[in-house]
Nanobody, 121 residues
Framework: QVQVVESGGGLVQAGGSLRLSCTAS????????MGWYRQALGKERELVAA???????TYADSVKGRFTISRDNAKNTVSLQMSSLKPEDTAVYYC???????????????WGQGTQVTVSL
């Protein structure tokens, strides 16, 4: 089994910062891309930022320059440093990891349970 667990959400005032962390654990053979998605109330889930095992990163236009994704391949962790937060960043943030297990010939996407980020005025 594989577990993906996030931490670090909470309530912050506009302009503030938060750091989200995510760890993948369990029967893992390899981890490919890891990333963060978010889903605001009444909206579809969207990609916030992602990183490959080689270190390439991609960001949603709405967070470029404000959010930074980082990864520790040895620990199977990914973090999202969020700065200059805006009320429109309010959402449930989900960690995603594309993982290959010893029992599977292909990698699959695994999701965390989500962590709430609320940005107040």
């Amino acid at each position: 089994q594989v577990q993906v667990v996030e931490s670090g959400g909470g309530l912050v005032q506009a302009g503030g910062s938060l750091r989200l962390s995510c760890t993948a654990s369990g029967m893992i053979r390899s981890v490919n891309a890891m990333g963060w998605y978010r889903q605001a109330l009444g909206k579809e889930r969207e990609l916030v930022a992602a990183t490959t095992s080689a270190g390439s990163t991609t960001y949603a236009d709405s967070v470029k320059g404000r959010f930074t994704i980082s990864r520790d391949n040895a620990k199977n962790t990914v973090s999202l440093q969020m700065s200059s937060l805006k009320p429109e960043d309010t959402a449930v943030y989900y960690c995603n990891a594309n993982i290959r297990t010893p029992l599977s010939w292909r990698a699959n996407d695994y999701w965390g349970q989500g962590t709430q980020v609320t940005v107040s005025l």
